[in-house]
């Protein structure tokens, strides 16, 4: 229960914060070569090759024999730190032939990312609203999503269905969320 309304608040208002936090255009090499160095640059790459190689025969390892050790090292953690930098700097600085491409692409998964958050929000007032309205209420005060699903269903047949499956599938993306955020609550 814990996790499901932790998820309920996180999963949309982290959606919505990755939106707001975002590279607002895409930086271009002279650009960037005036705001950082361009050694910076290479020094990650070095950073992330040299962490990349041991570390990748060493979780091979892991996953050929069970471990009983649940702890990362810090290497691991310092890889994982390099990757999400190295991510950021791809989605910011994207290269090669198709770098319009990519930051299209980059534009509408953020995008997404805003239109999910926003439609998130809104399943999760409903969701609290029907907790409240349906649950906490003894005798119920209103067979709130209840009805919904009914009058849907019988306006189509499979509308009704349809719209359960989703509140159900953001219900557990919401617990998820909540679990991640509960256990994991810092990077």
């Not at 999963?11 to 160095?37: D, E, G, H, W």
């Not at 409240?132 to 269905?161: E, K, R």
Request: charge should be neutral.
């Amino acid at each position: 229960m814990m996790f499901g309304g932790v998820g309920m608040a996180t999963l949309p208002l982290s959606l919505i914060f990755a939106f707001k936090n975002r590279p607002k255009c895409v930086i271009t090499r002279a650009q960037y070569v005036k705001v950082m160095a361009w050694q910076e640059v290479t020094d990650l790459a070095k950073r992330s090759n040299e962490l990349g190689s041991p570390t990748r025969r060493k979780r091979l390892e892991e996953r050929t024999k069970v471990s009983e050790k649940c702890e990362e090292s810090p290497a691991d953690q310092e890889l994982v730190f390099l990757e999400d930098d190295v991510q950021a700097l791809n989605e910011a600085f994207p290269q090669g032939e198709k770098a319009d491409t990519s930051w299209a692409l980059t534009v509408l998964f953020y995008l997404a990312k805003l239109v999910f958050g926003i439609l998130g929000l809104a399943l999760s007032v409903i969701w609290l609203l029907h907790i409240i309205v349906f649950m906490l209420v003894n005798p119920p005060a209103f067979p709130f999503l209840n009805q919904v699903f009914i009058q849907l269903d019988s306006a189509w047949g499979l509308l009704g269905t349809t719209a359960f499956a989703i509140f159900c599938y953001y219900l557990v993306m919401s617990v998820i969320s909540g679990e991640m955020h509960s256990i994991y609550p810092m990077k």
